[in-house]
């Protein structure tokens, strides 16, 4: 079986001057046990964290470019460092050459869109600097649109007109767009322009919301219209996303079963994958590291998903939105 996971914050410490090591390392994600585990892609997220984040270890933030560009250096520096067993991917044709020649795909994220600083020059940058998906926004409102929110005002908030202008470049570009983290009224926004363009987009680290209620969650009512787009939704493993209260603290895998069984039911096989979240969540985790992703497909199976539904989770599914969008 192959498996791809769609969202991981391993880079993250390079920001605060961690040597971040991606073959083997004391985090939750790393070439060794991706490859253990039989992946073929994992997906690099690059968190631009807000000043405070750096304040509160006597740091200052630096412009969002320079961040990036440290980050994503560390993946590079990683691959070029371990080249017999990982290497970047852009697009599916990466992904398959990478595979043939036993390979693990590297593909770089940003989770929030501000780092284009207004301007679709930026994107192009970006995209140049190899990022292939954006979260359009993290937690706090960006030049693109606004969070997910408990306040219904918020949440309703839709994409603000420069938002609007660059989903549709990122659908002509090849960059999925990606709606986790995203307000109510901005992921209706991206339904509609992805819809025009004939694109799916992803949540690529979101659960349900019918079965916890938190705001970083998807309604049934967007599941739906994701799948309809022929989008790709990734598992999250943080305890606040799966259990009946979000403030639950233990990340379980009878929790994960149930989200995967409602996503099944109301958006159907096709739009699940996996997007666990890993060096980006904390608490009590049953999947604590990259390579215990292999518990979770195996009680799928014992739940009763076919060995065509588990592929489909943990690879088909995102090997055709790839294919679909990233050019």
Not at 62 to 67: E, G
Not at 233 to 242: D, K, R, S, T, V
Not at 280 to 296: A, F, H, P, W, Y
Not at 298 to 322: A, C, P, Q, T, W
Request: negative net charge.
């Amino acid at each position: 079986m192959k498996l791809i996971d769609m969202h991981c914050d391993t880079l993250l410490g390079t920001a605060y001057g961690e040597q971040v090591d991606l073959y083997e390392n004391q985090k939750m994600v790393d070439f060794k046990r991706l490859r253990s585990a039989g992946f073929s892609g994992q997906f690099f997220a690059m968190c631009l964290m807000p000043e405070k984040s750096f304040a509160n270890r006597g740091m200052t933030k630096p412009d969002d470019m320079t961040f990036m560009k440290e980050l994503s250096d560390c993946l590079y520096r990683n691959i070029e460092a371990h080249s017999d067993i990982a290497a970047f991917a852009g697009n599916r044709e990466d992904l398959i050459r990478n595979e043939k020649e036993g390979k693990l795909s590297c593909f770089l994220t940003a989770e929030d869109g501000n780092g284009i600083g207004g301007t679709l020059e930026g994107l192009e940058k970006m995209y140049e600097m190899g990022i292939r998906l954006i979260s359009v926004t993290w937690n706090m409102e960006n030049c693109l649109g606004y969070p997910n929110s408990f306040e219904p005002e918020k949440m309703a908030l839709p994409l603000k007109p420069f938002g609007m202008e660059m989903i549709d470049a990122m659908n002509r570009m090849g960059i999925i767009v990606d709606v986790s983290h995203l307000s109510d009224g901005g992921f209706w926004d991206v339904v509609r322009i992805c819809k025009e363009n004939h694109k799916p987009f992803v949540a690529s680290h979101s659960n349900c919301r019918a079965l916890t209620p938190h705001s970083r969650n998807l309604t049934d009512e967007m599941i739906r219209a994701l799948a309809e787009a022929g989008g790709a939704i990734g598992l999250n493993y943080a305890p606040a996303f799966l259990g009946a209260d979000i403030h639950e603290t233990n990340s379980r895998i009878d929790d994960m079963v149930r989200h995967m069984k409602h996503l099944r039911n109301v958006g159907g096989i096709e739009c699940m994958a996996l997007g666990g979240d890993l060096d980006g969540i904390r608490g009590n985790l049953e999947i604590d590291s990259i390579d215990k992703t292999l518990l979770l497909l195996d009680r799928l199976h014992k739940e009763g998903f076919s060995e065509s539904d588990l592929d489909k989770i943990s690879y088909d599914n995102m090997f055709r939105v790839i294919g679909d969008t990233m050019k």
